[in-house]
């Protein structure tokens, strides 16, 4: 069997199926094998990424020591 047959058993089968439980562990499955993750973003976080972005291009970061200390130092203080 070819991987169009394959694909077709599978929706014929799949198409049947009127259990829900059953159909959303199937989902479960294909969810979790996506080979490309995706997140949905808002405007306000799409935006901070490019300013994030542009200020590293720019040299202006620090290394991952400093910002833990920093954190450190934060969450210290409250």
């Known amino acids: 069997m070819n991987a169009i047959q394959l694909k077709q058993e599978l929706i014929n089968r799949i198409s049947r199926i009127e259990d829900i439980d059953f159909l959303n ?4 499955i294909l969810d979790y094998k996506k080979k490309e993750p995706f997140i949905e973003l ?3 976080q799409e935006k901070e990424l490019l300013i994030a972005s542009k200020e590293g291009k720019k040299g202006n970061v620090i290394s ?3 910002m833990d200390q920093k954190v450190e130092e934060w969450l210290g203080g409250k």
């Open 25 to 28: 562990a199937i989902k479960t």
């Open 42 to 44: 808002t405007a306000d």
């Open 64 to 66: 991952q020591s400093e």
